[in-house]
């Protein structure tokens, strides 16, 4: 089992940037490919990025590439988002995931951990 715990989220004008945490437990946390999904209100949750259990793989929804970054630090258990050059339509609550088999995954089923979510809101 793995529970996962975003945060980071908040306020931030259009052109800014945030940097989103999610901290995992347990000790084999490098064992789990990681993503990042979004839900804006109104929407369903989408990705936004997906990283390797090394780090060395990483795929983007086209929206945010070039402007948002995944990474992992698995010492620290930790999954990272760096968002960039943020727009009001990135305004959604941002969810990190963990899932259990080999290979970056881009939709949510293929996921099998969940965190509770952080919200980021760009102002126009």
């Known amino acids: 089992q793995v529970q996962l715990v975003e945060s980071g989220g908040g306020l931030v004008q259009a052109g800014g940037s945030l940097r989103l945490s999610c901290a995992a437990s347990?000790?084999?946390?490098?064992?789990?490919?990681m993503g990042w999904f979004r839900q804006a209100p109104g929407k369903e949750r989408e990705f936004v990025a997906a990283?390797?259990?090394?780090?060395?793989?990483?795929y983007y929804a086209d929206p945010v590439k070039g402007r948002f970054t995944i990474s992992r630090d698995n010492a620290k258990n930790t999954v990272y988002l760096q968002l960039n050059s943020l727009k009001p339509e990135d305004t959604a609550v941002y969810f990190c995931?963990?899932?259990?088999?080999?290979?970056?995954?881009?939709?949510?089923?293929?996921?099998?951990?969940w965190g509770q979510g952080t919200q980021v809101t760009v102002s126009s």
């Open positions: 995931a963990a899932r259990r088999t080999i290979g970056v995954a881009i939709t949510e089923d293929e996921y099998d951990y």
């Open positions: 347990g000790r084999t946390f490098g064992n789990y490919p």
């Open positions: 990283i390797s259990r090394s780090g060395g793989r990483t």
